[in-house]
């Protein structure tokens, strides 16, 4: 902090810094400055919105269907264990059918929580950097959660127009990806679709 500090502190070298920067560097400037708002756009638009996701973690395959609300994310899996999670900002419900039990919990002390913020919080990956290949854009966000775990989080999107295609998941060693498809957009739902409550008890 010491240091950052004193940099700041030295404006004529903090002005100096940043003239050199857009002199030698104008285009990747402004064009990751341009990627990085049509991405939160993007995301601000996935509103009413759903998609299929495969889920690998290394060791197993799971499927299911993700939904956006306005508030809320709700993801259902079908396979290999029919499973239902509903995420809002600071509390969460899991259900699982075959066993009828529920738990209601804090998403952001589990590895849920990213599906929350990757949706309903574009400005997480303000910190973060694009890389573009080819016909494909990706975002990159470094950090530390809860758990006081080093994390890498990769959105891939088709590029042009801008479609999410795939989110990666690094935490310390475990890696999770999920391949989205079947994109649908303007979803109408039902009021009690995002409630987070027992589904047996909304019948």
Known sequence: MQAKDMFLKNENYLF?????????????????????TK??????????????????????????KVYIGKNRVRAEYSSPTNILIILDKNKAMYYNYELEEDEFFNPKNTNAWFFYDIFMNPLFFEDGFIKIKKNELIIV?????????????????????????????????????LSIFNHSYNEEYDKDFFKLINPKLLN
């Open 16 to 36: 100096s810094f940043f003239i050199i920067v857009f002199l030698l560097f104008p285009h990747n400037v402004f064009s990751n400055e341009k990627d990085m």
């Open 39 to 64: 991405v939160f756009d993007y995301l601000n638009s996935l509103k009413n919105f759903s998609a299929s996701f495969l889920q690998n973690d290394g060791a197993s395959l799971s499927e299911g």
């Open 141 to 177: 966000k470094r950090g530390i959660n809860n758990e006081e775990q080093s994390y890498d989080i990769k959105l891939y999107f088709e590029n042009d127009p801008l479609v999410i295609r795939n989110i990666e998941v690094i935490i310390n060693d475990d890696r999770l990806k």
